[in-house]
């Protein structure tokens, strides 16, 4: 129990619970003041991409060279950690779907966290914790331009946009998910 209680200090991960809650309050509380008819993906993600970002930057921790020193192996522990922040990016808009009887459809909601999820640990393994959140955020703001997806082209690039029934969006979040886990499991963050 000591190793899970240092490793989610050094993780940080009781302020980015704190943020993923936050963004679910204000999920929350939009949902109060406009209706729950008019939240939509668009407003759903921003909000995730919240805590995504906050977790992202403690994807690696404060001694890289310290931890590659370990004498256990870290690509289960890290692979654990990216699926609990998908269960936790998507726990608060599936709470408030609950709560306040949103029209967020469960597919999307979950196909979003483990996207998002997935880009996070892609630019942990590609750019490091200190701008691994880059990559969920841009992905967030590309797919929040207001443009009509025609194509499947324009559908990969708004895929956290997309209705449920989009194949595109899917393969492209679970594309996002696989390469993620995957890499920021095998290889870890990229030392600063």
């Known amino acids: 129990m000591r190793w899970l209680t240092l490793y989610t200090r050094s993780r940080?991960?009781?302020?980015?619970?704190l943020v993923f809650l936050a963004g679910a309050v204000l999920l929350w509380g939009l949902t109060l003041w406009w209706g729950a008819d008019q939240i939509g993906s668009r407003l759903m993600s921003v909000t995730m991409v919240l805590g995504v970002a906050a977790a992202s930057a403690g994807l690696c921790g404060f001694d890289a060279a310290r931890e590659r020193t370990a004498s256990f192996t870290w690509p289960p522990r890290r692979a654990a950690h990216l699926v609990a922040l998908a269960a936790m990016a998507a726990a608060g808009p599936l709470a408030v779907d609950v709560l306040a009887d949103s029209h967020?459809?469960?597919?999307?909601?979950?196909?979003?966290?483990?996207?998002?999820?997935g880009l996070a640990g892609i630019g942990a393994a590609l750019a490091g914790g200190s701008f691994g959140w880059s990559?969920?955020?841009g992905?967030?703001?590309?797919?929040n331009v207001p443009i009509e997806a025609d194509s499947d082209a324009l559908r990969v690039l708004t895929w956290l946009v997309q209705p449920?029934?989009?194949?595109a969006a899917m393969i492209t979040?679970?594309?996002?998910?696989?390469?993620?886990v995957i890499g920021?499991?095998?290889w870890g963050p990229r030392p600063a």
């Open 12 to 17: 940080q991960l009781p302020i980015v619970l």
């Open 104 to 117: 967020l459809q469960t597919e999307v909601i979950v196909r979003d966290a483990v996207g998002l999820v």
């Open 135 to 137: 990559f969920p955020f």
């Open 139 to 143: 992905a967030t703001v590309l797919a």
């Open 164 to 167: 449920a029934d989009s194949a």
């Open 173 to 180: 979040a679970l594309v996002f998910a696989a390469v993620g």
């Open 184 to 186: 920021y499991a095998v």
